[in-house]
């Protein structure tokens, strides 16, 4: 009898003396083979023991069974990526959510699996937590989503892609096996990853960049192509049929206030007052803290009771650093304005050195706060250099 010894298994292919062996589990403590050669092999909990037996006469049933296994595990693959995409088409974001019972049965199909998943990590007790920005991130994920299936709707490509969300309270043990402590985040599990644990983690830089960032992510590791990112649009349609309603009836008024005179866009302190307020817009980061919603403030960790204005380190600016920020540089620039369309109205010369020297002293004062606040929040500091000549 010539035997070898082997660790035993749940599904895998066994060579044994040069012959292909495939294995299945038919108890818990025995497993059986099939052979294409004149191999026996069987094993227990021990271990495999493959036996050399005569050929057997029931080569082309077990032949056939082997062609029915293959079968129904191609079966199986069909049937999954049919209910996902199912799925995908009755939910309104395009995102599947991914349940343990779901991640189980995707892990159980045979390897390559026929399509990629893209996973989105979701906290919904986190969503106050604005420095995370889950709901405007996992927003930005689910157009991603809505518009791969709207470009690859007539394509085999919208089966081999499908979009994920998983939330910490329904499924904890998903997130333990994909060993995730931290949030936001996003995993690409290729057909061929056998362990949660070495899937593609979407880079910091890949999230901050939105929907645009997030889909070249996306193509470059599923070599797919997502297309064009189409976001809903700002208003529906019949808040724009009311919008131009509302302009025909009130065109006729207005145009008789442009041809008298009489509208607020011939007085020129409208003019004045809006070019101070974008000169503060701009300034401020009024923009970036709207597009990413940043807040005004948020609550000290080390003390709750306490409010936090101004927070250290580059990557998150509140809401209250950009206005203060920005009022300094308006300051700067009110300064600048009125020493040179004001200033040189003054007759008295005494008077006019006065002003100046204040101006220049209160610009000073900005502009050394400007640069206290960048490095007390960078780390980085700015120092003078005089001329060499000077020393």
């Not at 660790?7 to 083979?33: H, M, N, Q, Y």
Request: hydrophobic fraction near 45%; glycine fraction near 6%.
């Amino acid at each position: 009898m010539d035997a070898k010894t082997m660790s035993s298994c749940d599904e895998k292919i066994v060579r044994v003396v040069g012959v292909t062996v495939l294995a299945w589990t038919l108890t818990p403590s025995f497993l059986c083979f099939i052979t294409t050669g004149p191999l026996l092999v069987a094993g227990g909990s021990q271990g495999l023991i493959a036996l050399k037996m005569p050929p057997s006469p029931f080569k082309p049933a077990l032949l056939f069974l082997l062609l029915l296994s293959a079968t129904a595990s191609s079966a199986a693959s069909d049937d999954l990526t049919a209910e996902l995409q199912h799925l995908q088409l009755q939910s309104p974001t395009g995102l599947i959510r991914l349940t343990d019972d779901l991640l189980g049965r995707i892990l159980a199909l045979p390897r390559p699996r026929p399509f990629s998943l893209i996973v989105f990590f979701d906290a919904a007790h986190l969503h106050d937590k604005h420095e995370l920005q889950l709901p405007t991130l996992k927003s930005e994920f689910s157009i991603v989503a809505s518009s791969f299936i709207q470009n690859n709707k007539d394509t085999l490509d919208v089966a081999k892609l499908f979009f994920f969300d998983i939330e910490f309270k329904e499924s904890q043990r998903s997130f333990s096996l994909f060993e995730v402590n931290s949030l936001p985040h996003v995993r690409f599990i290729s057909p061929h990853v056998e362990n949660l644990k070495d899937s593609d983690s979407m880079t910091q830089s890949g999230l901050s960049g939105l929907a645009e960032s997030m889909s070249e992510f996306i193509e470059s590791k599923a070599k797919i192509s997502v297309g064009p990112i189409h976001r809903p649009p700002l208003l529906s349609g019949k808040q724009i049929a009311f919008i131009l309603v509302v302009l025909m009836i009130w065109a006729p008024f207005a145009l008789k206030k442009i041809i008298s005179g009489k509208t607020l866009l011939h007085d020129y302190k409208f003019w004045l007052f809006g070019a101070i307020f974008v000169y503060f817009f701009s300034v401020s980061g009024t923009m970036h803290n709207i597009i990413r919603q940043m807040p005004f403030f948020i609550p000290d960790r080390s003390d709750p009771t306490k409010l936090m204005f101004f927070y250290q380190g580059s990557g998150m600016q509140l809401g209250a650093e950009g206005f203060a920020v920005g009022f300094l540089y308006t300051i700067v620039g009110l300064l600048l304005g009125f020493i040179t369309h004001g200033l040189v109205q003054v007759r008295d010369l005494r008077v006019q050195r006065v002003l100046m020297i204040s101006a220049l002293i209160i610009g000073f004062w900005a502009v050394r706060k400007v640069v206290y606040l960048d490095n007390w929040k960078t780390g980085y500091g700015i120092h003078a250099y005089w001329p060499s000549s000077w020393h």
